[in-house]
């Protein structure tokens, strides 16, 4: 088996699609299929199926990519011996938007984490312009950004300035979270005005664009409407937020596809709502040039795995 293959395998998983995977492996896409097939060929299975929203793993592929991962973490470790300077880093420090899908992965982290050592852990959740300075500023090892595609622009020349790159994590249509005993709790979908036409919006306070002063505020305002009134409570913590959600009559917020155990566990529903440039685009930015560590490139995985659950179950 040639572990090429099992580097292939882990990256399409990471990024849902074949297409994207042979991009960010620097290799045309009819040869990482063609790769694939033999893998499966050789396995006796089939690692992944197409569905209408991507490539996902079957559930013998799930398992494979299991131990795919931890081998490839063992080769990794082996050729560590000759650089013995190369060491798990005992602190961690990242700094990414408040999302359920975020939180659950780093979660699961640190329970899968040895923690018998010393070790420090810095979780901050903010906007992506904080998020952008702690990266470049203040010592983060790494962090999530999180913007309407309509302003990509912006963020890419900003991190470009700041000598940082950018690495997209998860495309997505946000939808409307709210709790399980809301007036409307028994509709599948809503549109973004009729949601703010009835009821308070629960929102971050802090959602800023590089070089475009109040230009979040306006793309929500164009999509409710003329006539519509702003109700919005705002808010700086994600906890805070799931509260409103749970005691404000009809209170709704748009956030990225939680993870059904969240969602569960806290007594809320999520549902699909419409707008206009409903496209949002999460992005894990680092310092140019610099190598993740093991313990980082674990924390990426659980952050690809979290994902993976958030999208197709939503």
């Known amino acids: ?6 580097k292939y395998a882990v990256e399409i998983e990471k990024t849902l699609s074949i297409t994207q995977a042979a991009e960010n492996l620097y290799m045309a896409q009819p040869n990482l299929s063609k790769a694939i097939k033999e893998l499966e060929s050789s396995l006796g299975i089939t690692i992944f199926r197409r569905t209408s929203k991507g490539v996902i793993p079957t559930d013998e592929g799930v398992k494979f990519l299991k131990y795919a991962k931890q081998i490839l973490i063992q ?13 798990m880093e005992r602190k961690i420090r990242i700094s990414v938007p408040r999302a359920g899908y975020i939180s659950k992965a780093f979660s699961d982290y640190i329970a899968g984490a040895d923690l018998s050592d010393d070790v420090e852990i810095y979780f901050c959740e903010t906007n992506s312009l904080r998020t952008i300075e702690n990266v470049r500023d203040n010592g983060y090892n790494f962090g999530i950004i999180r913007f309407n595609a309509v302003h990509e622009k912006y963020f890419s020349d900003f991190i470009a300035e700041k000598n940082l790159e950018m690495e997209l994590l998860w495309e997505f249509s946000s939808l409307a979270v709210m709790s399980a005993e809301h007036p409307q709790a028994n509709k599948e979908y809503f549109t973004y005005r ?27 305002a164009a999509n409710r409407g003329e006539n519509i009134k702003p109700r ?5 913590d994600r906890g805070s ?8 009559q009809g209170a709704f917020m748009l956030d990225s596809p939680m993870p059904d155990s969240m969602c569960g566990k806290h007594g809320l529903i999520q549902r699909r ?18 190598k993740l560590t093991e ?20």
């Open 232 to 236: 919005r409570i705002y808010t700086l």
């Open 295 to 314: 313990g980082e490139l674990s924390l990426i995985n659980k952050l690809y795995e979290a994902r993976n659950r958030a999208a197709f179950l939503s």
């Open 75 to 87: 080769i990794d470790k082996m050729e560590s011996i000759a650089a013995p300077e190369k060491q």
């Open 194 to 220: 009729e949601l703010s036409e009835q009821f308070a919006e629960i929102a971050q306070g802090d959602d800023f664009v590089p070089y475009l002063s109040g230009a979040a505020e306006r793309l929500f």
């Open 241 to 248: 937020a799931i509260d409103f959600l749970l005691t404000v």
């Open 273 to 290: 709502c419409d707008f206009a440039d409903n496209h949002f685009r999460d992005y894990i930015i680092y310092a140019s040039g610099r």
């Open 1 to 6: 088996m040639n572990t090429l293959h099992l």
